[in-house]
Nanobody
């Protein structure tokens, strides 16, 4: 089995920072692209940032310049550093990873369970 677990969410004041982490575990042969999404109440899920196994990063315009995605391929982990947070960033944040397990020839996208981020004074 493969599992993604997020951590690091919480309550922060506007202008503050949080760092989210995502750890992948299980029968993992390799991980391709990883990413962060979020979903606010009443809104569609939004793709925020992605990072390839080679370290190429892409960001949504809504977080560009404020959020930074990174990963540690040796540890199967990924992080999202979030700075200058705004109330509009309040949402449940999810990590995703395209993972190939041992003895299969294809990648499957896995999702974490989500972590709540609330930006409020």
């Amino acid at each position: 089995q493969v599992q993604l677990v997020e951590s690091g969410g919480g309550l922060v004041q506007p202008g503050g920072s949080l760092r989210l982490s995502c750890a992948a575990s299980g029968t993992i042969f390799s991980i391709n692209a990883m990413g962060w999404h979020r979903q606010a109440p009443g809104k569609e899920r939004e793709l925020l940032a992605t990072i390839t196994s080679g370290g190429i990063m892409n960001y949504a315009d809504s977080v560009k310049g404020r959020f930074t995605i990174s990963r540690d391929n040796a540890k199967n982990t990924m992080s999202l550093q979030m700075n200058n947070l705004k109330p509009a960033d309040t949402a449940v944040y999810y990590c995703t990873a395209a993972i190939k397990k041992y003895s299969v020839s294809y990648y499957t996208t896995y999702w974490g369970q989500g972590t709540q981020v609330t930006v409020s004074s």
